[in-house]
Nanobody, 118 residues
Framework: VQLQASGGGLVQAGGSLRLSCAAS????????MGWFRQTPGKEREFVAS????????SYGGSVKGRFTISRDNAKNTMYLQMNNLKPEDTAVYYC????????????WGQGTQVTVSS
């Protein structure tokens, strides 16, 4: 499956952004999907994930309570609603997918930059 992330930008601290991840090539209801982020010099960090049906979600500790992951399988799209953004949320955000029978994330989008100013 091919993934295309969008929706990044520059926002002030306390503001909100919604990221989108459009999938093509295969139907996404065969995939769990997730968001990761990375800043220069640091390892990629898990942000959130959602099961193939959307029935279960998981969040990284630093975003829990502020970010919400969702998906619309009819539109082959996943979303990340980010509220109460903080400067430490500044990063390149990547969407990812893995087949429900696999344990590794094997499809990645190109990344979208999120910058939060203080």
């Amino acid at each position: 499956v091919q993934l295309q992330a969008s929706g990044g930008g520059l926002v002030q601290a306390g503001g909100s952004l919604r990221l989108s991840c459009a999938a093509s090539g295969r139907t996404v209801n065969m995939y769990h999907m997730g968001w990761f982020r990375q800043t220069p010099g640091k390892e990629r960090e898990f942000v959130a994930s959602i099961t193939y049906s959307g029935g279960s979600t998981s969040y990284g500790g630093s975003v829990k309570g502020r970010f919400t992951i969702s998906r619309d399988n009819a539109k082959n799209t996943m979303y990340l609603q980010m509220n109460n953004l903080k400067p430490e949320d500044t990063a390149v955000y990547y969407c990812a997918a893995r087949l429900v029978v696999r344990s590794t994330w094997d499809s990645w989008g190109q990344g979208t930059q999120v910058t939060v100013s203080s």
